[in-house]
C-alpha cells in the first residue's frame, strides 16, 4: 500500500523560507514522478510544482516559479518542496501527490501540512 | 493555460435524487493519441485529500459506486451522481492532464438538501 507521509509545515513570517519534506513507501520511488498541490483555507486545488522520476525534469507553476524549488532524493525516498521568500498568499494545505504511470492524474497523496505565513 | 470553470459553485439535492455538476475547458481535452479525453474527476472529503472517481472523461476508477458516471468531451464535461447518499457530501473537482500547467476547476460543494 502506497503511503507518502509529509511534515515540515509551520507558521512562518513573510519574506522567510520552510522546507517540506515527504516520505514515500509502497511505490517504486524512482520510477515515479511526484508533484506538489496546495489549497488555501476554504479555496480549490492549485498544482505548484513537479519534478520527474529522475529528478532532471522540473515544472513549476508560475505563482511560484524562481521562490520554490523542487527535489527529490532517490537514495531516502523522498521528496523536498524548498520554499524561500514567502508570501501570505502562500498561506495553503501543501500536499505532495504521485500520479499514475503516464499521465497526471494524482492517486496517491499525502495526509496535507499546513504552512501559514504570517 | 487551460482554464477549467465548473458550474454550479454548490448544490443541495435530496436523497436519492439526481446531482449533476459541469466542467467546462477554455480548450479541447481531445487526446488525438488515443480519442480520449484528458479530464479526472475527484472528490474531497472534509480533512481528507482528494480522492479519483472518474478518469479520461468517463471511466470509473475501481470501488468507486456505480452511481458515479462522467460524460462529454472536448471542452464540455458532467460528473452526475444518480441517487445521491448522505456519504457523496463534499467537494468535486475537475482537473486536466492534457498539458502543464496542471489544472484544477474551482470545485463544486454538494449537500443534501
Known amino acids: 500500500q502506497v503511503a507518502l507521509v509529509q511534515s515540515g509545515g509551520g507558521v512562518v513570517q513573510p519574506g522567510k523560507s520552510l522546507r517540506l519534506s515527504c516520505a514515500a513507501s509502497g511505490l517504486t520511488f524512482s520510477d515515479s514522478a511526484f508533484y506538489w498541490v496546495r489549497q488555501a483555507p476554504g479555496k480549490g486545488l492549485e498544482w505548484v510544482a513537479m519534478i520527474s522520476y529522475d529528478g532532471h525534469k522540473k515544472d513549476y507553476a508560475p505563482s511560484v516559479k524562481g521562490r520554490f524549488t523542487i527535489s527529490r532524493d532517490n537514495s531516502r525516498n523522498m521528496v523536498f518542496l524548498q520554499m524561500d521568500s514567502l508570501r501570505v498568499e502562500d498561506t495553503a494545505v501543501y500536499y505532495c501527490?504521485?500520479?499514475?504511470?503516464?499521465?497526471?492524474?494524482?492517486?496517491?497523496w499525502g495526509q496535507g501540512d499546513l504552512v501559514a505565513v504570517s | 493555460d487551460i482554464v477549467l470553470t465548473q458550474s454550479p459553485d454548490s448544490l443541495a439535492v435530496s436523497l436519492g435524487e439526481r446531482a449533476t455538476i459541469r466542467c467546462k475547458s477554455s480548450q479541447s481535452l481531445l487526446d488525438n493519441s488515443n480519442n480520449k479525453d484528458s479530464l479526472v474527476w475527484y472528490q474531497q472529503k472534509p480533512g481528507q485529500p482528494p480522492k479519483v472517481l472518474i478518469y479520461w472523461a468517463s471511466i470509473r476508477e475501481s470501488g468507486v459506486p456505480g452511481r458515479f458516471s462522467g460524460d462529454g468531451s472536448g471542452t464540455d464535461f458532467t460528473l452526475t451522481i444518480s441517487s445521491l447518499q448522505a456519504e457523496d457530501v463534499g467537494l468535486y473537482y475537475c482537473?486536466?492532464?492534457?498539458?502543464?500547467?496542471?489544472?484544477f476547476g474551482q470545485g463544486t460543494k454538494v449537500e443534501i438538501k
Open positions: 501527490a504521485a500520479p499514475r504511470l503516464f499521465f497526471v492524474v494524482f492517486d496517491h
Open positions: 482537473q486536466q492532464y492534457d498539458r502543464s500547467p496542471w489544472t
